[in-house]
């Protein structure tokens, strides 16, 4: 899943990148109200972590001009804490909001229960025939033993059984699995989906060539 971390710090902005890496996210940044909206604007981000005092144009500026057009999960990560800035920071469109300073893990925390939710999924357990997803802890089971999948692999079946029953395009897939960084895309979800199937069935994943894949539900 791809995240946008906006924030002007660059040691913070490093360190939350770098936790959300670590939990296997494809993350973008941005330190700068102007570019975090551009880049929010122009590729489809499972969640975007917004500082709100920003240079150029400040957090609030950019979620009001992003909510014209994309409904795309928001947290807020800002020292900003009184009640007030935190009742305005949800009224005008973030899903959720965090005070600095804050816990990285529950900031993972947070994101991953933001993407559940767009998905409409309430618990972390995502259960498909004999396979079970588990979202809080990124593993995945299959007939009550762990399977092992690799950093991408895991991001790809999450994807595909957040949105079971749809039919998932390669480009949603680029979008959602690879950072802007990525340049080596040419047959790289392909490989990773023959791999998919290897471990969890070849029946697991369904590809309609020439549109994408699903998960049949």
Known sequence: MRVLVVEDEPGLRDAVAMSLREEHYAVDEAADGRTGLQKARQWSYDAIVLDLMLPEFDGWELLAQLRKTHATPVLIL????????????????????LCKPFSLSELSARVRALIRRSHGQAKAEIVIGSVVINTANRTVEKEGRPVDLTAREYTLVELLALNRGELV?????YDHVFDENEDSLSNLVDVHIYNIRKKLGKNFVTTRRGHGYIIET
């Open 78 to 97: 800002t020292a900003r804490d009184t009640v007030e800035d935190r009742v305005r920071g949800l009224d005008r469109g973030a899903d959720d909001y």
């Open 169 to 173: 395009s390669r480009s949603t897939v």
